[in-house]
């Protein structure tokens, strides 16, 4: 197949970033087409026909029809196994490994990001963040405080596995880190001592901040 995969989406959206985070790692050509949240385009009858849960983003990819980011990452992953590396060389361009262990691992690290991360700090971007812009009010500043508890818990299990390893997964960057970063980095904006405390976190999370395609989605809205 020679398209390119066309990702529907809003470059303002956590999900939609994660996708473009792994397409510009790889260096992958794709086609944008921007879809606005505030006006409801997401659930336009055209567009729920594709994406049956009315959200983005929603990649197309010849006859492959595709929605959840993280099942994106992977399809392109799988797609593009050996496309060209981050312009800085730092990236394996194998970010989910194919090896029995090493793969165990990457699950093991991709099920902590969506099951232990994930929840907490969705949460604290709709506090901080959405909820304004979705203009239901300002954040519960109570329950923030009961999340950064919550994820602080979580990250001493992080500082646990990065004292041993590099990336979540092992030595390696694997797509589980780079899932991290869109909500991530919102997070680590209004409570940057969470993460600047704990030292291998600290290390993890600046190492993945500093990926040039990180900067580049990060810098594109
Ligand atoms: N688990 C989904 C989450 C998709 C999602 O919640 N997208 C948000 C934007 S980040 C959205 O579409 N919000 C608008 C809506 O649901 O109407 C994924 O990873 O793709």
Redesign the pocket.
Known sequence: MTTKPVIYG?KL????R?VLLVLEEKNIDYDFVAIN?AK?E??SQGYVNKQP?????LLIHGDLTL????AMCRYIEAKYPSAAVAADGTSSSRLVPTGLTENAMFEQAASIEASQFEPIVAAINFEKRLKKLKGLGDPDEEKCKQLVTNLETKLDAYERILSKQAYLGGDHLTLADLFHLPVGSWVKKWYPEVFERRPNVNRWWLTLEERPAWIKVDGDK
């Not at 849960?53 to 983003?57: E, R």
Request: a positive charge.
């Open positions: 809003s959206s956590v999900s939609t994660r949240t409801g997401q659930k849960f009315g959200s983005i983003p929605f959840e980011s993280r």
